[in-house]
């Protein structure tokens, strides 16, 4: 079992409507949980860091964390054209090295 | 305040040849890091460096690749001789020495043929 999982999808959405994207873990010394933003030929860009079960929001963004049930989640709403990218969700394990999920391509339909 | 920078952006050699890739961090960010990210895949770390310390360099194929932060600040990834499965893009990232947010260059994307 690895020990980040993520659907690579794609998924695909209508504008405007909530995108909701997963990740479950399997390591509970896992303490820091993370998304990254990646378009195309780009490098991954911070959206959300978190490090507590429960919610943590930035406007459109809502960053969900579960630890007993080793789940994170990450909520968009009134989804754009523009959010359309691969979203990696990465968590910090306890050497502080952090690891990756192989990313959620995301495709906003206008 | 200028991002991570990274050099070249794509490189495309032969097989057995020798490449090498420059990183210049966020100004200050005294850590360092070079990933490997393949197709579909999340980036993998290669290495860390604290300011010139590699202080994780347990997943970086030490037969090949090489890697030096002289000075603590600029760092060189190299490979010696490349292979067809190095094909991939090579991503380095900075951050504030004890904190947990990376702050990833545009990488650069090798194709070995």
């Known amino acids: 079992q690895k020990e980040v999982e993520q659907d690579p999808g794609p998924l695909s959405v209508p504008e405007g409507a909530i995108v909701s994207l997963n990740c479950t873990y399997s390591n509970s010394a896992f303490q820091y949980f993370m998304w990254y933003r990646q378009y195309s030929r780009k490098g991954p860009e911070l959206l959300m860091y978190t490090y507590s079960s429960g919610n943590k929001e930035d406007g459109r963004f809502t960053a969900q964390v579960d630890k007993s049930s080793k789940y994170i989640s990450l909520f968009i709403r009134d989804s754009q054209p523009s959010d359309s990218a691969t979203y990696l969700c990465a968590m910090i394990d306890p050497r502080d090295k952090i690891i990756f999920g192989k990313g959620t391509r995301l495709h906003i339909l206008p | 305040e200028a991002g991570v920078v990274q050099s070249p952006r794509y490189k495309i050699i032969e097989k057995k040849q020798p490449v090498a890739f420059w990183c210049n961090p966020i100004?200050?960010?005294?850590?360092l890091y070079w990933y490997r990210q393949n197709l579909g895949q999340g980036p993998e770390l290669l290495i860390r460096?604290?300011?010139?310390?590699?202080?994780?360099d347990s997943q970086l194929p030490k037969d090949r690749f090489s890697a030096e932060r002289l000075k603590g600040v600029d760092s060189t990834l190299k490979i010696q001789p490349a292979e067809l499965g190095d094909s991939a893009v090579y991503l380095c990232?900075?951050?504030?020495?004890?904190?947990?947010?990376?702050?990833f260059g545009p990488g650069t994307r090798l194709t070995v043929t």
């Open positions: 990232a900075s951050s504030l020495e004890g904190v947990h947010e990376q702050y």
């Open positions: 100004s200050g960010h005294n850590t």
């Open positions: 460096y604290e300011n010139e310390e590699a202080v994780d």
